[in-house]
């Protein structure tokens, strides 16, 4: 994406904003005061008041239809066929289950019984004592004690899946495997049109190439919109593609951005309004899901808020920091230990913004996928997908010119958000 940015900025070249106003239809000349228009003298340098895209640098570099290199720590860029696409992910089976109610060494319930079977064994965490399950009746758990000392536990105790244990000659085991879940999600078309009257693309008072800046700056606007929706957005309810508009009347696509996949299939933990650097270290890896390694490529997106309770830690040497391995790839981050892992840390705008101040996004690089449709029909051609110009859109009897930069695209995950995280109410 990275490379595909400097390429369209290149065509778009760099609009001076006298003013922030917001422009809805094609920019026209400004009218003449009553003594004229007087020549102005403008910079050739135009201020760029834009946060950075972390997203978006993320995504590893190619061009459609070219051999995309695969970088370690980056997002991978991937074309589809179709609007809907899919991916298959297993979960492994649990092994851990927690007793609600304990009757005696021969009867208990769990809370949850799925994923156990008969002849499994299972070990109090607690005492170690052993036990062989042999009958389960939704959650209760009929089990027989091994070993010299007699199967104990007690509400709330932790039980270790064993290996089921068979007779000699037995016959019919069961089978050990979870079903795999069928994950997908959706393109979305995006579009971003800039539009100016023939006269005015050629005006000398607003320093040079006016209407190349102008492009350029709407490209700008588009891309925070794209960055925004890679993390918050979220796809149609149930199985549908589209939602449907009752005031526009019309169906749209979306796709489900980070955000919703770890909602969806990842962990979570609350700070409880007081996050400190012993939470951070001890309570949160413990929080997250076992399909988190401590040599997975973490990046954790938070507000400038959380970032500098961070750095306070480390400042009072409550922490260990090292410089960020994403700066190549123009992404400011700092990476803090947690548990055994490593999570580079970004300051992302979008957790700049309201109730977002007070949460964070942990979640795996190398997991998640920017996905752009591999061919589409533009003017009788097919084209690639991905976010590129399309010129000269305005209709034929129209005096100026109406250029649009459109693309369509999705968030992908190969592990249904697993190895993701959010972090809420870091701080009142």
Not at 55 to 68: A, E, H, N, R, V
Not at 256 to 271: C, F, L, M, P
Not at 387 to 403: K, R, S, T, Y
Request: glycine share 8%; with cysteine.
């Amino acid at each position: 994406m990275n490379k595909l940015m400097n390429l369209v900025a290149m065509f778009f070249a760099p609009l001076a904003n006298d003013v922030a106003t917001v422009a809805t239809t094609a920019l026209t000349s400004t009218a003449p005061s009553a003594t004229g228009i007087e020549e102005r003298t403008v910079s050739d340098t135009v201020r760029h008041l834009f946060p950075n895209f972390p997203t978006m640098s993320l995504i590893q570099s190619g061009l459609p239809g070219k051999d995309l290199k695969r970088t370690r720590g980056l997002i991978r860029k991937t074309p589809v066929n179709g609007t809907k696409y899919e991916c298959f992910n297993y979960t492994p089976m649990a092994v851990e289950f927690t007793v609600s109610t304990y009757t005696s060494g021969t009867s208990l319930i769990v809370f949850d019984a799925t994923g156990l079977s008969l002849k499994m064994c299972l070990v109090d965490t607690t005492n170690h004592t052993v036990c062989r399950i042999g009958a389960i009746n939704i959650n209760t758990l009929t089990v027989t004690s091994v070993g010299s000392t007699t199967f104990s536990s007690a509400v709330g105790r932790k039980l270790l899946v064993l290996a089921p244990a068979y007779a000699e000659n037995s016959s019919s085991p069961y089978i050990l495997i979870n079903s795999e879940e069928n994950l997908y999600n959706i393109l979305e078309i995006n579009r971003f049109p800039a539009a100016i009257s023939a006269s005015n693309a050629g005006n000398p008072f607003y320093g040079k190439n006016y209407w190349q800046r102008v492009r350029q700056q709407v490209l700008m606007e588009g891309f925070r919109k794209v960055e925004n929706s890679a993390i918050f957005s979220e796809r149609a309810s149930g199985t549908g593609l589209t939602t449907t508009d009752g005031t526009l009347s019309d169906a749209f696509r979306t796709t489900r951005g980070i955000w919703h996949w770890a909602v969806g299939g990842g962990a979570s933990y609350d700070a409880g309004g007081n996050m400190t650097h012993e939470k951070f270290v001890k309570n949160l890896p413990l929080a997250m899901n076992t399909t988190v390694g401590s040599m997975s490529k973490l990046v954790m997106y938070c507000s400038r808020n959380v970032k500098a309770d961070m750095q306070l830690w480390v400042l009072d040497k409550l922490m260990i920091t090292k410089e960020g391995t994403l700066k190549k790839f123009g992404v400011d981050a700092d990476i803090f230990m947690a548990g055994g892992m490593e999570i580079e840390v970004i300051v992302h705008d979008a957790f700049n913004q309201g109730d977002n101040l007070y949460s964070a996004i942990i979640f795996d690089t190398e997991r998640v996928e920017y996905n752009y449709k591999a061919k589409r029909l533009e003017r009788g051609k097919m084209v690639s997908g991905d976010f590129h110009p399309l010129l000269g859109i305005q209709a034929n009897d129209v005096d100026g010119v109406e250029d649009d930069i459109i693309g369509e695209w999705g968030i992908g995950v190969d592990d249904g958000g697993s190895t993701m995280t959010i972090i809420s109410n870091w701080s009142a």
